[in-house]
């Protein structure tokens, strides 16, 4: 964000956190008259779900856009954003048939309200029928300051991310919206089936019950350490959250999704035990 940001002469500015959410207090303290937008994660880096609500009017009062950043998986459970106000909705679709692949390339997803959507770069396309009746997609809105007006232009430099948007749509089709709404709740139940097996080994979480399929674990010696001795026992450790700010040495960033087992679950935790 902040190298988009840099180009554009827009400062960006990181709000702290409090308990693992964003610090409402410090937050108003930031949004002024020059605020353009407040953009929040839902769920958050540390796995939790921000209280939206309570956001959207600290950037509205001020008159600044509200943006929300947001896994679509875990939209198939959590309460939409814009229900609480948000004027964008951005996103990786990376959790929909598309892999890993060691960071990229993914493809991001966006919306935006009808007020909005004429400053949409690119092209929208919509659903109709054709003489015979028959469904088909045209282009229904396209801003055309790429052929005439290139010096305002939005969308003259991009990417093009088709495959991966293809593989997504395939894959949110074959889920269907029961599909995907049973997949995230996998996502919630065995993660929070997750942090009470830690909790019962005597770990100690400091992630409260609002989060989706990630929370924290305080461990009594180094993550990176932890991490090799689990991959000699064929696991995977969760990220360090070390590595991203100090106070949070030997803390690790666990992440649980509808592909794990409970056995897996037990055993991992297990695992672990040596470094409680």
Known sequence: ???????????????????????????????????????????????????????????????????????????????????FGADIVV???????????????HCGYFAVTSKLTRKVPGRLVGETVDENGKRGYVLTLQAREQ????????????SNQALNALASSVAMSAL???????????????????????QEKGFDVISGDAFFNEFVVKLSKPVKEVNLELLDQG????????????????????AVTEMRTKEEIESFVTSLEGAK
């Open 1 to 83: 964000m902040k190298t988009y940001a840099i180009g554009q002469h827009i400062d960006v500015i990181e709000i702290d956190e409090k308990d693992g959410v964003t610090d409402l207090v410090a937050l108003e303290a930031q949004v002024d008259d020059t605020v353009a937008a407040v953009i929040v994660q839902y769920p958050n880096f540390y796995g939790q779900v921000e209280a939206l609500q309570e956001i959207e009017p600290l950037a509205h009062d001020r008159k600044a856009l509200f943006i929300v950043s947001s896994n679509p998986l875990a939209l198939g459970a959590l309460t939409p954003p814009g229900k």
């Open 91 to 105: 996103g990786d679709s990376q959790v929909f048939g598309i892999s890993e692949a060691f960071g990229g390339p």
């Open 147 to 158: 052929h005439i007006r290139r010096d305002k232009a939005t969308s003259n430099i991009c």
């Open 176 to 198: 269907g919206k029961q599909g995907i709404t049973e997949m995230a709740k996998q996502n919630i139940d065995k993660s929070h089936f997750a942090k009470k097996a830690f």
């Open 235 to 254: 696991f995977i450790g969760g990220y360090d959250l070390g590595n991203y700010e100090e106070k949070y040495a030997n803390h690790m960033l666990v």
